[in-house]
């Protein structure tokens, strides 16, 4: 009873009631000391807030936020004394820091791990000696003092005023970060931060993804800095050191780092448990390492998933696939529905060969796969089949030959502008990203093609909600075709292993692709489900996909391929239709290693019409 | 010339710190965020041990060994091993936490004041080569180097070492030839801790005792590491000592406030331009 | 190789019972029991995905098993750590020719040899090089720079250096050209007349049943066949599961 009632009421509420309130707060008598901690939560809540975009979502170590936050600062207040007012400097502050970590970010994306966080702890270490060689605007050690009052349309501001200000931004910044992780963008940080490789084979431009989350976890550090001037009148470096860095990361593991409103849980349960206890400043270092060790070691969602996990027995919108659900959709045969046509186009390996410091894995290998047909590719292990499925999808250049998909070149492209070409792939280890539904990661296919602007995405504009329709309605459809529609709204990456693989292909399918590959889709896959996949696979080829199959089950690639290519020590050694390589006695000694007795090759043909 | 002796003084602070980072890099796979601060902790212990028990300097070298190799230990077991399986995120979290929980204690022990550490050797000083040098500090050049250099050997010639060096490169086939993996990482935790704890009062004397000493070392030594080659000594060595000479030629010609920033540059051109340093390997990659 | 006359069993080296294995939600390894006697080889046949590699990390200790026992001489090793379980008299050479690329040869083998004493380990790096005269030429070189064949060598003389009971080798001809796999062969030969017992994981049908005298198939991760070697009859069996056209 309780569980609709609760749907029916948007989730925007509950943060817009608690920020309503705490705008109140000081009219009902507080004391002064209290509104000035919760004037300090409101801006460290931002600085966290940026850091779990880019720890949290995207698992980049990247700790610059308190960088951000002092380059805010110092900006605002350098620009107040010269008597710009708050407003105009707090938005060149925030422009500031995105440039900033832009700049920053740049190394990061070649980097990762630990270079990243060492990288970014250090411009932490840089702000002390950045301001004593910017002596004259900074006030150098000493700081920046006489800092003018806050001012808005020519009017002071006073505490409780101001405090409302930070209150209204903390709001916003949460808002707008939260519409901005809740859509196509939040979701390609996840992709991102499972498998780069998955991301480019998505299509998605992994550098440009990274740099934007960095600009723009670097935007409400860089407000927080300029507020935070606003509120004491006074900065010095002292202000930003690597404690305040171990506090936001503390606060992020606490509040949960993969969450946007646990920035301000987090800040506030550390901020207030420790504020009253006046010894605490001796023992906060020691305080704030064992909490991190304790955290990182048992925590893993932070208060965020605790509550979320409350939440779900309120409003069960992503559960875990029932057993009854799984079988239902085995047991039934899968409906032939009205299938859209597949835009496949002709495939053109043409003498391709790759060496490997010294291994010749593929030599001379040509190739054709055309629309409307299953072409399959088998091999021993070591017979290079995995390599060519990897230069084809950009993964590996070329040592020689090129592969050409409708006319035009396909070799020597990055991966993900090759994924963008209409080249879709399977692995062969289904890669699904944690925190995605069925729905959402089929239709991450489709972010690369169909990408909506940030500003679209933040405000929840037409564009966003159109683009989110269609790519709803592409995903659905092709999660149709897989027979898998029903687990739509289940958690994609809990799902068992047939399942997974299906919603791979149903996510190769969502992008409407030229070409797809599929690598090892039947391994691990018991007979039922093998079948079951050679039909879809069937029902594909037959829309006019082009589908080049790489496998080891032969059985299943006679039974549906129309052509089939022998790879044996990196060479071609036979290629023909699936009775034709059946009777090939050369094939049959290689890879089989028996030379098989040409009766029973006959009646398997005909029996798996 | 005076300048470049200081420099190769701070250097060897950093290669002592590299050398343990490589230690526990090639053994466990890890970088110990943590380990400078067992250099630091060696300085006040070196400092108690004259100071606050009024034995002989000389006691350090044990009595660190010992409270290191313990601390390393129980850093292995408590933050490294529960989040071997959790993902980068998950280690650097629990280790510059235990790394300030460190710092964290020696504030609340000693105070934020330097401490003045007294060494092993007695307070002469000559002149070399025109340069004015204390004793301590031939001692610290003349420990760090045979010291790296001892171990660079002992990882090329012991089984020991080479069994280490090949579990760096593969844990699991280690472990298929008898290699018992797991215990080598706590060894190369108890004896990077040990050692570099035990470098107090032989480092003390030119670094004194700072509980913020370890925020700077821990991003220098990593360079030092990064310029050598990740698990390279005999590159850690070139690193450590190349390093401190550069910051020593910046304090003298523009003021200490420009270190840190030529040093990030060059951090980032290393970690960009090449990566693998000078004698370490680049990955392929591998799908 | 195959023995027509009637003796009485030998004793079992290596005895795997009901062991059951498996990662996240596949169990690849269902129920399965084999054994290999001293001077035996025993092959362990099936599709790609049948479990082949699953039961030998298994046995060797690198892959979880759920349920089941593994015995060495009688000796329960269950629940051992794979480095206990070199020590004890059981090696494994692993698929696509593992070895420690950045150090020389004559390092990869003293590290085969780390449970040995110094005199012992010279003494099999000595043996080694009797056997695999190529890898005393390139002694010193770096184990990257050896051709794909000579890895695999080395990768076999590696595993062999503790004096083991029971080696198991998982695909060892894989990728090879048709001539080294003839060498591979021999070798396992052999080793076989040693005395020491060959558990042995290939894909190619007839090259592996040309050396065994046990063969055990598998799919699914369930023993599908399990019977010594002779017999024609047993050839075509194996090769219908194996091409598919029956589920055994």
Not at chain 1, 434 to 440: A, H, P, R, S, W
Not at chain 1, 506 to 534: M, N, Q
Not at chain 3, 14 to 23: D, F, P, R, S, T
């Amino acid at each position: 009873m309780t569980a609709w009632r609760l749907d029916r009421i948007p989730s925007w509420c509950l943060p817009l009631v608690v920020g309503l309130v705490l705008v109140a707060v000081p009219w009902f008598g507080t004391d002064p000391l209290w509104v000035r901690q919760l004037t300090l939560i409101a801006i460290y809540t931002m600085l966290v807030a940026g850091l779990n975009i880019t720890f949290g979502y995207a698992g980049m170590l990247s700790l610059g936020q308190v960088a951000m936050f002092a380059l805010g600062a110092y900006t605002t207040g350098i620009l107040m004394i010269r008597g710009w007012s708050m407003l105009s400097s707090l938005v060149v502050a925030v422009v500031a820091a995105g440039v900033v970590g832009f700049v920053t970010g740049l190394p990061g994306l070649r980097l990762g791990g630990w270079g990243l966080g060492m990288t970014s702890f250090f411009l932490v270490l840089l702000i002390p000696d950045i301001t004593q060689i910017f002596t004259e605007q900074t006030g150098g050690l000493y700081g920046l003092t006489a800092i003018p009052a806050a001012t808005i349309g020519g009017r002071v501001l006073d505490k409780n005023e101001f405090y409302a200000v930070c209150i209204i931004a903390m709001v916003i910044v949460l808002a707008l970060l939260r519409n901005l992780m809740l859509s196509s963008f939040g979701n390609s940080l996840r992709v991102l931060r499972r498998s780069p490789v998955l991301a480019t084979s998505l299509g998605l431009n992994t550098n440009a993804i990274k740099a934007k989350a960095f600009v723009i976890s670097s935007l409400p550090a860089g407000l927080g800095g300029g507020l935070v001037v606003c509120l004491d009148h006074f900065i010095a470096p002292t202000s930003f050191t690597l404690t305040l860095g171990v506090l936001i990361i503390a606060a992020s593991v606490l509040g949960g780092s993969e969450s946007i409103y646990g920035a301000f849980f987090g800040v506030a349960v550390i901020r207030l448990g420790t504020w009253q206890v006046t010894a605490f400043d001796k023992y906060s270092l020691v305080a704030y390492g064992l909490f991190l060790v304790v955290g990182g070691v048992f925590f893993s969602r932070g208060i965020a998933g605790l509550a979320e996990q409350q939440l779900l027995r309120w409003r069960p919108t992503r559960s875990q696939p029932t057993i009854a659900a799984q079988t239902r959709e085995q047991a039934e045969p899968i409906p032939v529905t009205e299938v859209q046509p597949i835009p496949g186009s002709h495939l053109e390996v043409r003498g391709l060969t790759k060496h490997f410091q010294g291994n010749q894995a593929l030599n001379e290998v040509s190739i054709t796969a055309v629309p409307g047909q299953v072409t399959s590719l088998v091999g021993a292990n070591g017979s290079g089949k995995t390599t060519l499925l990897n230069l084809i999808s950009g993964l590996y250049r070329p040592t020689a030959g090129d592969v050409t998909l409708a006319g035009e070149r396909l070799s020597g492209s990055a991966p993900h502008l090759v994924a963008r070409r209409g080249v879709a792939r399977t692995f062969q280890t289904p890669v699904l990203p944690d925190g995605m539904t069925v729905l959402e990661a089929v239709a991450s296919a489709r972010y690369a093609n169909d990408a909506v602007s940030i500003a679209a995405t933040v405000l929840r504009l037409p564009a966003h909600r159109r683009a989110e329709r269609s790519r709803a309605e592409a995903a659905r459809q092709a999660l149709r075709l897989v027979g898998c529609e029903d687990l739509a709204d289940q958690d994609a990456a809990g799902l068992a292993l047939g399942t997974r693989r299906r919603v791979e292909v149903a996510r190769a399918l969502a992008a409407d692709p030229h070409l797809i590959l599929l690598d090892e889709a039947a391994s691990g896959l018991d007979e039922g489900e093998v079948e079951e996949l050679a039909s879809v696979i069937r029902r594909i080829a037959d829309a006019g996909a082009t589908v080049l199959l790489v496998e080891h089950n032969f059985k299943m690639v006679c039974s549906v391929s129309d052509r089939i290519y022998v790879l044996e020590s990196g060479r071609l050694l036979a290629e023909g239709a699936p009775d034709e390589i059946q009777r090939n006695a050369a094939v049959a000694e290689s890879y089989l290693g028996q030379l098989p007795d040409a009766d029973e090759m006959g009646a398997t043909a005909n029996a798996h019409e | 010339m005076l300048t470049l002796w200081l420099g190769i003084c701070t250097g060897c602070v950093y290669v002592l710190v590299a050398t343990g980072f490589n230690m526990v890099f090639v053994a466990s796979g890890t970088f110990n965020f943590a380990q400078p601060q067992f250099l630091v902790l060696g300085t006040f212990l070196a400092y108690a041990t004259v100071f606050s028990f009024g034995l002989s300097p000389w006691v350090a070298l044990p009595f660190g060994l010992l409270v290191g190799a313990a601390i390393g230990v129980a850093e292995e077991r408590l933050v490294i091993r529960p989040v071997r399986s959790k993902g980068i995120n998950a280690e650097l979290v629990t280790m510059v936490g235990w790394s300030v929980a460190m710092q964290g204690v020696m504030l609340l022990i000693w105070k934020e004041n330097p401490l003045a550490v007294k060494g092993l050797a007695p307070d002469d000083v000559f002149t070399l080569l025109g340069v004015r040098v204390t004793a301590a500090q031939l001692v610290l050049v003349g420990v760090t180097l045979v010291l790296a250099v001892g171990l660079h050997l002992w990882s090329h010639l012991t089984m020991l070492g080479i069994a280490s060096l090949a579990t760096s490169e593969d844990r699991e086939v280690a472990m298929l030839r008898g290699i018992n993996v797991p215990r080598l990482g706590i060894g190369a935790f108890a004896l990077a801790g040990g050692l570099l704890c035990a470098m107090g009062p032989i480092a003390g004397p030119t670094t004194f005792a700072v509980y913020s000493f370890g925020d700077t070392v821990v991003l220098y030594a990593f360079l030092a590491m990064a310029i050598g080659g990740f698990g390279h000594n005999i590159g850690a060595i070139i690193g450590g000592l190349g390093l401190g000479i550069f910051q020593a030629e910046i304090s003298l010609h523009w003021g200490d406030k420009w270190i840190s920033v030529l040093t990030f540059a060059l951090l980032l051109s290393v970690l960009l331009l090449r990566p693998q340093g000078l004698f370490g390997e680049r990955n392929e990659r591998v799908v | 190789m195959h023995t027509n006359d009637v003796s009485p069993a030998p004793a079992t080296l290596l005895e795997v019972k009901a062991l059951n294995a498996g990662y996240r939600d596949l169990l690849a390894v269902r129920d399965v029991s084999l054994s290999v006697h001293p001077g035996e080889v025993t092959v362990l046949l099936g599709r790609n995905g049948a479990g082949k590699s699953t039961v030998l990390l298994t046995i060797a200790g690198l892959a979880k098993r759920t349920s089941g026992q593994i015995l060495l001489d009688g000796v329960d090793i269950t629940s051992r750590s794979p480095y206990a379980r070199n020590g004890s008299g059981i090696a494994l050479v692993p698929e696509n020719k593992r070895v420690f690329r950045r150090r020389t040869v004559e390092e990869n083998l003293a590290i085969g040899g780390y449970v040995l004493t110094r005199g012992e380990r010279r003494a099999a790096i000595q043996n080694a090089y009797e056997r695999f005269p190529a890898l005393h030429a390139k002694r010193h070189d770096a184990a990257g720079g050896l051709s794909g064949g000579q890895q695999q060598m080395l990768s076999i003389a590696q595993a062999l250096m503790p004096g083991p009971r029971v080696i198991m080798l998982d695909e060892p001809t894989a990728g090879l050209a048709p001539a080294i796999v003839n060498n591979v062969l021999e070798i396992l030969v052999s080793i076989q007349a040693e005395g020491i017992g060959v558990l042995l994981v290939e894909q190619l049908v007839d090259q592996a049943l040309s050396v065994a005298d046990h063969v055990v198939l598998l799919d699914h991760g369930r023993v599908q066949y399990n019977a010594s070697s002779d017999g024609l009859h047993d050839f075509d069996q194996l090769r219908n599961v194996y091409l598919g056209k029956q589920s055994g």
